[in-house]
């Protein structure tokens, strides 16, 4: 669909405002959640909402958000994603979202739309920081799977309750209240849009993501002087480790199942010594239950067999277990029939990544919209999404707006 000249400059400036925080040598961007590159952010965030005249406010773990004068007391629709990225990320995963709530707030303002409405930017939504995502969303909405997350440690050694407790921050805030529904937008993080030829997807359920982190112990000696048979190679046996990890995942793919070893630290990592500890990070996720069940009954197996064969200790530890979540069924038939209204390509879709929409789901009408990145990258710095396609879901979801106020 034809979009006003005006809209465009505008997403295109809020975009520019936050393209260089945090940029990398190789072209991407670093904002980790509760750095001074996240707090950045969030500065231009509100300095973007005042600019418009409107308020803003950060709450006890240091979510952002900006009102229109609608949203006081009463119930109000809240719009939102995150502003901080992976390690030398891409720059449309979570702003997006966040340019889609200040074109929403825009228009409502210039079409005298009288509907409360507030655009969150959530906290640390990413894992890269602590190893645990949604943060921020999950602390306000009192998910279940954030009751225990103040000793989570960042890249720097540091706890979040001890930066909780420097930057004046609550680890166990008061519950958000008052939230009628909760819309995010976001890249689709995939290729299914783009092969398809579809302009929006709306989010059937967020697939539950199951982390696990292998600790392999075996015997650190001397490379040269250690005969072969006589060797307990921790790196060998998480090789064979990850390899039937692959096997796992492309076994499951059938139910829309992944699993993946994200992370491989090796101890010590020395040319000329056989390494003696491996930490691997293992990520499943998948929107069927039994299929995560069978991964992680044959993760066990594996590790044990595994070892066993190569007479080599190791522990398994689960960091993270989500299940599946569901968007709201209501939602998703209005933002089709908003999408079929504007003639926009569209169709229903699941999520395989997680989003801040995940905390939201038991506690209001929760649904996500996507649009298409170039070739379904994303986590990297070839990240691409178009301004027309921002738009194109913001669109969507002011038609569901209008409709409703009718």
């Not at 004068?69 to 966040?98: A, K, N, P, Q, T």
């Not at 995502?133 to 999950?138: A, C, F, L, N, P």
């Not at 072969?228 to 492309?250: S, V």
């Amino acid at each position: 669909m034809e979009h006003l000249i005006e809209d465009i400059e505008y997403a295109e400036f809020l975009f520019d405002r936050f393209y260089s925080v945090g940029s990398t040598k190789s072209g991407g961007v670093t904002r980790l959640g509760y750095t001074k590159e996240e707090d950045e952010m969030h500065r231009i965030f509100k300095e973007l909402g005042a600019a418009k005249g409107y308020e803003s406010y950060e709450d006890e773990v240091g979510n952002t958000f900006i009102m229109n004068e609608y949203s006081g007391e009463e119930e109000y629709h809240l719009i939102g994603s995150h502003l901080d990225s992976v390690i030398d990320g891409g720059r449309y995963d979570g702003v997006c979202g966040i340019i889609t709530g200040l074109l929403l707030l825009e228009w409502a303002k210039r079409d005298g739309l009288k509907i409360p409405v507030r655009v969150g930017a959530m906290r640390c939504e990413e894992s890269s920081n602590f190893g645990r995502s949604t943060i921020g969303s999950g602390l306000i909405t009192k998910e279940v799977y954030k009751h225990d997350i103040g000793e989570a440690v960042n890249k720097d050694g540091v706890t979040l309750r001890e930066i909780f407790k420097e930057r004046g921050y609550h680890i166990h805030p008061q519950k958000i209240s008052g939230v009628k529904e909760y819309i995010e937008l976001h890249i689709e993080q995939g290729k299914v849009l783009e092969e398809y030829g579809d302009k929006v997807g709306i989010v059937q359920t967020i697939a539950g993501p199951r982390r696990y982190q292998i600790h392999v112990h075996g015997t650190a000696e001397h490379s040269g002087a250690t005969p072969m048979d006589m060797r307990n190679d921790a790196l060998c046996a998480a090789a064979e480790i990850i390899l039937e990890i692959e096997e796992i995942g492309k076994e499951e793919s059938k139910h829309q199942s992944v699993a993946t070893v994200g992370i491989i630290n090796n101890y010590p990592n020395a040319l000329n010594v056989i390494p003696g500890e491996v930490l691997l990070g293992v990520d499943m996720r998948g929107i069927d239950f039994d299929s995560l069940e069978r991964m992680e009954t044959r993760l066990k197996t594996i590790c044990k067999r595994v070892c066993q064969k190569r007479k080599i200790k190791y522990f398994r530890e689960k960091t993270s277990d989500i299940p599946p979540i569901n968007m709201s069924p209501d939602l998703q038939q209005k933002l089709l029939k908003a999408a079929k209204n504007l003639r926009i390509p569209h169709r229903t879709m699941i999520s395989g990544a997680g989003h801040d929409a995940m905390s939201f789901a038991s506690l209001c009408d929760t649904a996500m919209v996507f649009i298409p990145c170039a070739k379904g990258i994303s986590h990297n710095k070839k990240e691409f999404a178009t301004i027309e396609s921002i738009c194109d879901g913001a669109k969507v979801i002011y038609e569901y707006w209008k409709e409703e106020m009718q």
